[in-house]
């Protein structure tokens, strides 16, 4: 089992940068496919980024391609996102998630882990 806890959310201006935390807890957390999903208020939950236990695949939505990059530390048991060229609508409250199959996929129900979130605005 993992517990999760996300860090790094705040306010930013349009065009700026933050970068998201998640520290995981568990032994065995290297085996974990990894992900980001936000939510923004009366929204579904949406992926943004997935990697796979090993770092060596990551996925992405269209939306945040090209400026988001997840990475891993499995030593530190730390999962990132990288947030560039932030827009007002990648405001949301982004969570960090642990899939025990490892794959890191963008499907939200292969999640078995979830953090309880970091709140992310970008005004205009």
């Known amino acids: 089992q993992v517990q999760l806890v996300e860090s790094g959310g705040g306010l930013v201006q349009a065009g700026g940068s933050l970068r998201l935390s998640c520290a995981a807890s568990g032994r065995t957390f290297s085996r974990y496919g990894m992900a980001w999903f936000r939510q923004a208020p009366g929204l579904a939950r949406d992926f943004v980024a997935a990697i796979t236990w090993t770092g060596d695949s990551t996925y992405y939505a269209d939306s945040v391609k090209g400026r988001f990059t997840i990475s891993r530390d499995n030593a530190k048991k730390m999962v990132y996102l990288q947030m560039n060229s932030l827009k007002p609508e990648d405001t949301a409250v982004y969570y960090c998630?642990?899939?025990?199959?490892?794959?890191?996929?963008?499907?939200?129900?292969?999640?078995?882990?979830w953090g309880q979130g970091t709140q992310v605005t970008v005004s205009a």
């Open positions: 998630a642990a899939d025990d199959l490892g794959m890191g996929s963008g499907v939200i129900g292969s999640y078995d882990y």
